[in-house]
């Protein structure tokens, strides 16, 4: 039986439908939060994974190393199995790469294809990050993740941190996006750490990263 904290993590994108076989949604492949999720198994730490619509075909309902996976679809699916879950966790890693918008109303149906141009209301999604940290109690950390250019990945990770009210964030350049490497940092409130070596293919980065979170979460 594992001894560690309870990790809950989210990974993939969300899917916002237009309509019953179109939808709005990005390009991650949860890559990243599947292998956080092992690596948290392999530390020894019970791992709940909250995996989005990937095209990989689902690993049923368990990863090599035992971890609990439940599939989710859009960012309200999301939002549900968060609170659900959150509170039966000590650490939440939110590595989902979230929609930031979706329809403002799914069409019935399939819509039909049209001659001219066509416009579609979007509406905001609800930060869960956001959600997550204003309900969570003092003992439970927070973890959230940037995606930015690298130019500006350090002061962006920076706002990040103080907007969502996290405990940390793991800041990716844009380039992790299709790349089997990763050159990403932690950036803590007291200063960026990196991890050694330069960019690490993801298995080996999310070992590093599960490491510091322990580390910070002993801390805290
Ligand atoms: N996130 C979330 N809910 C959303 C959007 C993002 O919980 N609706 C989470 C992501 O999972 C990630 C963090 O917030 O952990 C940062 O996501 P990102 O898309 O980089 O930031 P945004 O909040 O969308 O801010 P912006 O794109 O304007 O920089």
């Known amino acids: 039986m594992p001894s560690g904290p309870r990790i809950l993590i989210t990974a993939g994108p969300t899917h916002e439908p237009i309509d019953a076989v179109r939808y709005i949604g990005n390009r991650s492949s949860g890559r990243l939060g599947r292998a956080i999720a092992d690596a948290a198994e392999t530390a020894d730490c019970p791992a709940t994974l909250l995996l989005g619509p990937v095209t990989e075909p689902p690993r049923d309902q368990k990863t090599p190393h035992e971890a609990a996976v439940i599939r989710f679809r859009r960012t309200h699916d999301l939002q549900e199995l968060i609170r659900n879950h959150w509170p039966a966790h000590d650490i939440l890693i939110?590595?989902?790469?979230?929609?930031?918008?979706?329809?403002?109303?799914?069409?019935?149906?399939k819509g039909p294809r049209r001659s001219g141009p066509v416009s579609l209301d979007l509406i905001p999604?609800?930060?869960?990050?956001?959600?997550?940290?204003?309900?969570?109690?003092?003992?439970?950390?927070?973890?959230?993740?940037?995606?930015?250019?690298?130019?500006?990945?350090?002061?962006?990770?920076?706002?990040?941190?103080?907007?969502?009210?996290?405990?940390?964030?793991?800041?990716?350049?844009?380039?992790?996006?299709?790349?089997d490497t990763i050159d990403g940092l932690l950036l803590l409130p007291d200063g960026p750490s990196h991890a050694p070596g330069g960019p690490l293919p993801k298995e080996a980065f999310a070992a590093w990263l599960i490491d510091?979170?322990?580390?910070?979460h002993a801390e805290r």
């Open 94 to 109: 939110m590595a989902a790469a979230v929609c930031d918008f979706m329809p403002a109303s799914e069409m019935p149906g």
């Open 212 to 216: 510091r979170i322990l580390e910070l």
């Open 125 to 179: 999604t609800p930060d869960l990050l956001q959600e997550a940290a204003s309900t969570s109690r003092s003992d439970q950390t927070l973890i959230g993740f940037a995606l930015e250019a690298s130019s500006e990945l350090e002061q962006k990770a920076r706002e990040k941190l103080k907007r969502k009210g996290v405990h940390a964030i793991v800041a990716n350049p844009l380039d992790t996006m299709d790349s």
